[in-house]
């Protein structure tokens, strides 16, 4: 048994470890120090934290070591599936005892009273919690950039943006810094964040994972996901937390195991796989991008699949509804931070009319007024009609292309981003930022699963490509099954998820005890 070196730690899969703890190679403690000294050494420089939890973490793997030593044939340790991994979750998700700011100043102060499922079920299956990450204010943003407390960097590069929303949870998985993280994605907010890190980033079928404890959105385009380095990663993050849960009324039973063999090892030998000719022509579409997503195609018919043209010829309209339906819902939800039931409270307001303005004007960055503006005039008598009708009519629309096109394959695969990671301030715009989401809200106006997968560096940029696998609204199995088989070829050609941070890690000699 030994301690882990900062070097070793980073390369451990979640398999690794809960394997390495169950066969005493080390102990639970080992890997939370190590994770521990990994937020030191690597997060000054990739702020992906915006609160570190190490004592609990330190509790939770003494509380597996503690098992562990007591364990004797007649009553085995019962190791969860997240035994001793290292996991952070994005700021928007309630932790006991932590604080959730989703990236706002108007929750600056607040503590949550309760865990929301999806921390719960992680922390249940065994994993350690490290805290909390940054995301773009109420998960409102395509960079990170508009979170109150700071940008995360890119660990790819420091002078680029993460992606967003969960831009933290993609860096400090891409940094090394912990091995799985918690997202959330509303029109892509997991999926683009992973490409821009070339990690892998999940969004299952809607109704797959709990929204409980999460604060909202758009209630009806949110779902909780996972990011990691490898699809196993993910699966297993997966089996964990999804499922039903009674205190969301919207979560569904899942009756699959993600990690199991059958799927991950099933290749994709006579599947169908659909692609999207014209998202490959769309205006904005870079050529590396285009070129990773042919190649990744290529690589699948070399597996064995059978690539099919599909259409969805409602899907250029999905920007424009998710625009209304998304402002819209999130106007509603917003409502309650109204500095009397929750957040910022302005002093000296003269009036209750005047402490809402004052607190709201102070406590939300500009990209939450704008939507919260937008959704009020939306909504409001007369407009409602021209705009927020309209827009449900079109997703109905898209969802119906999308069962249309799952008739003829069993998978689709289309770029995660029209990009890759671009530099701090270069989209100054709100609609070209909006464009980043161009690939990826469409299914969460369908409600469809998507899987964005690391395809290797643009030979442009030199940065990370995803590509996104979409499956049947909760066949994600599938998903799984493509992602796995078109991993292992990126793998055989070298192809890593984990950020070489070689400047900082030099100064740390690289092998921080
Ligand atoms: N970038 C999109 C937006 O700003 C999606 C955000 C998300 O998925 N949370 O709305």
């Not at 997202?183 to 809607?206: E, H, L, M, N």
């Not at 625009?323 to 039931?341: K, M, Q």
């Not at 009708?389 to 898209?398: D, E, F, G, H, K």
Request: net charge negative.
């Amino acid at each position: 048994m030994g301690q882990l070196t900062l070097s070793e730690y980073r390369q451990l899969s979640v398999a690794d470890i809960r394997d390495g703890i169950a066969a005493r190679q080390f102990l639970a403690a080992d890997v939370v120090e190590a994770a521990l000294t990994a937020v030191e050494a690597l997060d000054c420089q990739v702020h992906s934290f915006l609160e570190v939890t190490g004592e609990a973490a330190r509790q939770a793997a003494a509380h597996i070591d503690q098992a562990l030593a007591a364990e004797t044939a007649a009553q085995p340790a019962g190791l969860g599936t997240l035994a001793g991994v290292p996991i952070a979750f994005k700021d928007n998700m309630n932790l006991e005892g932590s604080h959730t700011t989703c990236a706002s100043r108007i929750l600056e102060n607040y503590h949550s009273l309760y865990t929301a499922t999806c921390v719960a079920r992680s922390l249940e299956a065994g994993g350690l919690s490290l805290g909390k990450l940054n995301m773009d204010e109420f998960a409102f943003g395509s960079s990170t950039e508009t979170s109150a407390f700071g940008c995360t960097f890119n660990p790819w590069d420091l002078e680029r943006v993460p992606g967003g929303s969960s831009g933290g949870p993609a860096a400090a998985v891409a940094a090394g810094i912990v091995t799985v993280s918690l997202g959330s994605d509303t029109g892509g907010s997991i999926r683009q964040p992973a490409s821009f890190c070339g990690v892998v980033g999940f969004k299952p079928t809607y109704g797959l994972v709990s929204r409980y404890g999460v604060v909202a959105f758009g209630s009806s385009l949110d779902q909780v996901g996972p990011l990691g380095r490898s699809v196993a990663d993910v699966a297993a993050v997966m089996d964990a937390i999804g499922g039903r849960d009674p205190l969301d009324c919207t979560s569904q039973h899942l009756d699959v195991k993600f990690v199991a063999k059958e799927l991950l090892e099933a290749g994709v030998q006579g599947m169908r796989i659909g692609y999207v000719p014209d998202f490959l022509e769309l205006d904005g579409l870079t050529g590396e991008v285009k070129r990773a997503c042919e190649a990744a195609m290529a690589n699948l018919e070399a597996l064995g699949a059978q690539l099919v043209p599909v259409e969805l010829p409602n899907a250029k309209a999905a920007l424009a509804a998710y625009y209304v339906i998304g402002p819209c819902e999130a106007f509603s939800n917003l409502s309650r931070f109204d500095s009397v039931r929750y957040g910022y409270c302005a002093e000296a307001a003269a009036n209750l009319g005047q402490q809402y303005e004052q607190s709201r004007a102070q406590g939300f960055g500009p990209e939450v007024i704008r939507r919260v503006m937008l959704g009020s005039y939306l909504l409001s008598a007369g407009v409602y009609d021209t705009y927020y009708y309209p827009a449900q009519q079109v997703r109905t629309l898209i969802t119906a292309d999308y069962a249309r096109a799952f008739e003829c394959c069993e998978a689709l695969i289309t770029p995660t981003s029209p990009r890759t990671a671009f530099r701090f301030g270069e989209i100054a715009d709100p609609t070209s930022m909006y464009l980043s989401d161009i690939f990826t809200l469409p299914i969460n106006i369908a409600g469809n699963g998507g899987l964005s997968l690391p395809v290797g560096m643009g030979d442009e940029t030199g940065l990370p490509v995803g590509v996104q696998i979409i499956g049947p609204q909760f066949k994600d199995d599938q998903i799984f099954r493509v992602a796995a088989a078109l991993e292992a070829v990126y793998a055989g050609q070298g192809s890593v998820s984990l950020a070489p941070l070689e400047s900082i890690l030099a100064k740390t000699g690289g092998d921080v005890q």
